[in-house]
């Protein structure tokens, strides 16, 4: 499977921005059952959990991002999102996709929040 992130950018505290993950090389049903979701790494810190979505559409948030963030996923586009609302200069990273099984990391994409 291949992820592809987009969606990044630069934007000032409390402003928003939507990434979007696109997998391809895998059929829609085999999609279906696998849990999405979205890691981040700041300069000089380890990549951390952001949020995860289920096949069942259970959802997992880290404590920093919950009530900004929303995870959501498109089935019959393959696709799962980040809606990033509020954002704060703590959420300078580089974002990255994710499936499991088998615990896949796709190319990140940089998000920059400006104070």
């Known amino acids: 499977v291949q992820l592809q992130a987009s969606g990044g950018g630069l934007v000032q505290a409390g402003g928003s921005l939507r990434l979007s993950c696109a997998a391809s090389?895998?059929?829609?049903?085999?999609?279906?059952?696998?849990?999405m979701g979205w890691y981040r790494q700041a300069p000089g810190k380890q990549r951390e959990l952001v949020a995860t979505?289920?096949?069942?559409?259970?959802?997992k948030y880290a404590d920093s991002v919950k009530g900004r963030f929303t995870i959501s996923r498109d089935n019959s586009q393959k696709k799962v999102y980040l809606q990033m609302n509020s954002l704060e200069p703590e959420d300078t990273a580089v974002y990255y996709c994710?499936?499991?099984?088998?615990?896949?990391w796709g190319q990140g994409t940089q998000v920059t929040v400006s104070s």
């Open positions: 994710y499936i499991s099984p088998p615990d896949q």
């Open positions: 090389r895998m059929i829609t049903s085999v999609f279906n059952m696998h849990t």
């Open positions: 979505i289920t096949s069942t559409r259970n959802t």
